[in-house]
């Protein structure tokens, strides 16, 4: 992998991420663009202990462009895009509208590929193992900034997600706290510790294996089955077999081994509900620990992909109870989410 870093017109960082050392990227970005303002604010809630961003300037970012005025293909043709250059394989920049800035964090913007038509699931193996690779790149840099608590890359794909913009492209949020999310999984990985002595990720994996019903995808150094508790329709929790923190530490078998796994994941995702239907709208999501916590070392790296379609041209709504009091109502037993996600594997 070589790794370019340049810089966009308004000052922002871009960073190309090649397959081959010999790629050459000196492209400049030639549009006449201000210098980024932003107005992100991070608050405390009293009641709930949690933040919330506040970002105005973001009611003005790019909203449904037609193709060939996406900002996030190649400039070519004399349109100018985020990326200079006329080709890529993958691309990392500092996001122009972005939750967090300065002292309240930092976020970015991967471009996945620089066909506009692609999807990750489209990608070739070795396409997807440079993304894994960007991606660890990006949280081992980002866990330098001294404001940084937390790094967290993930992709939305499709409209019902509230995806803007269509070409293959994910994100990374850099928090200057730990989320909430994380949190609840600290103190559940804390009490189980008290508890049992055992490490609650270890022992997760290790009931789903033993027990196999909700397993979907096995490998030499990753499993992926959907959780017990499962909260949306189709979920899968992808965890490597040997238990590491962060991207950082994941050993390079299982980075190899990663690519072919994820692929498969997201090709059947395409084909739970059917032929015919449109691609399937998805949220994929890295858990890493987050910096400087205790216990650190006991937290468990693992992806988790859902979706919110529910059957056939329905969709998963969080209502009352799942966004008045988060608890959350499934419609799809996890044993049978799992056993139609195996199933699919042969259509």
């Known amino acids: 992998m070589k790794k370019t870093s340049t810089w966009l017109a308004d000052g922002r960082e871009l960073l190309y991420y090649d397959s ?3 790629a050459v990227r000196d492209a400049v970005d030639r549009r006449p663009l201000d210098a980024v303002s932003t107005s992100s604010e991070v608050r405390r809630d009293p009641l709930l202990g949690d933040s919330v961003a506040i970002a105005s300037h973001r009611q003005g970012r790019t909203y449904h ?9 190649p400039s070519r043709d004399g349109r100018l895009s985020e990326i200079p250059d ?3 394989d993958v691309a990392v920049f500092e996001n122009r509208f972005p939750s967090l800035a300065g002292d309240s964090g930092r976020c970015e913007v991967v471009c996945f590929t620089s066909d506009h038509d692609a999807s990750f699931a489209g990608l070739t193996e070795e396409q997807a193992g440079l993304v894994l690779e960007a991606w660890t790149d990006r949280t081992a840099a980002l866990a330098e900034l001294a404001q940084v608590k937390q790094v967290f890359c993930f992709e ?5 997600i509230g995806v803007t913009l269509g070409h293959p492209h994910g994100q990374i949020y850099a928090y200057p706290f730990v989320t909430p999310r994380t949190e609840l999984m600290l103190r559940s990985m804390e009490a189980h510790r008290e508890q049992t002595g055992g490490n609650l990720f270890d022992d997760v994996v290790a009931r789903e294996l033993s027990d196999g019903e909700r397993v979907v995808l096995t490998g030499e150094h990753w499993v992926a089955f959907v959780p017990y508790a499962a909260h949306w329709p189709y979920e899968i929790h992808l965890h490597p077999r040997r238990r590491v923190p962060d991207l950082r530490e994941l050993a390079d078998a299982a980075r190899t081994e990663f690519a072919r796994i994820y692929l ?16 399937t709208p998805y949220i994929s999501a890295w858990h890493q620990a987050p910096f400087g916590v205790p216990g650190r070392e006991e937290f468990g790296l693992h992806l ?6 529910r059957t056939s041209g329905k969709l998963k709504f969080l209502a009352g109870s799942e ?8 419609d799809v037993p996890p044993e049978a989410a799992a056993q139609r996600l195996r199933e699919v594997a042969s259509e």
């Not at 462009?65 to 293909?73: G, H, I, Q, S, T």
């Open 20 to 22: 081959h050392d010999d």
């Open 65 to 73: 462009p037609p193709a060939d005025e996406c900002p996030l293909c």
């Open 86 to 88: 006329d080709s890529y």
């Open 156 to 160: 939305n794909r499709g409209a019902e």
């Open 264 to 279: 498969e994941l997201l090709r059947r995702f395409d084909r739970i509900f059917g032929p015919g239907e449109p691609p």
């Open 304 to 309: 988790e992909l859902f979706t919110i379609r």
């Open 323 to 330: 966004s008045g009091m988060n608890v959350f109502i499934n």
